[in-house]
């Protein structure tokens, strides 16, 4: 069983800075590509940032330059630093880590979501 746990969402002021974690535990032999995705009210949920466990990464335009994904493969753990927020970055951030079971069987988990609130 592999379980998401994130942490880190809150309420703060446009141009403020969030840091989310995303912490995978449980029977793991190893995780893929990480990532991070965000669903605000009314809209389909989207990729935010993804991270390989090479340290490729890929960003939403929306959010480059603002946000840095990062990750720690020893703790099979994931880090979104965001700054620069703004009110249009409120959403539900969810944690997504393709993970390798010891039998060889990649699958795809997510997390429970925290919510990011910005205000104006």
């Known amino acids: 069983q592999v379980q998401l746990v994130e942490a880190g969402g809150g309420l703060v002021q446009a141009g403020g800075s969030l840091r989310l974690t995303c912490t995978a535990s449980?029977?793991?032999?190893?995780?893929?590509?990480m990532g991070w995705y965000r669903q605000a009210p009314g809209k389909q949920r989207e990729l935010v940032a993804s991270?390989?466990?090479?340290?490729?990464?890929n960003y939403a335009d929306s959010v480059k330059g603002r946000f840095t994904i990062s990750r720690d493969n020893a703790k099979n753990t994931v880090n979104l630093q965001m700054n620069s927020l703004k009110p249009e970055d409120t959403a539900v951030y969810y944690c997504?880590?393709?993970?390798?079971?010891?039998?060889?069987?990649?699958?795809?988990?997510w997390g429970q979501g925290t919510q990011v609130t910005v205000s104006s």
């Open positions: 997504k880590a393709k993970i390798i079971s010891f039998l060889g069987i990649p699958y795809n988990y």
């Open positions: 449980g029977t793991i032999s190893s995780i893929n590509d």
């Open positions: 991270i390989i466990s090479g340290g490729s990464t």
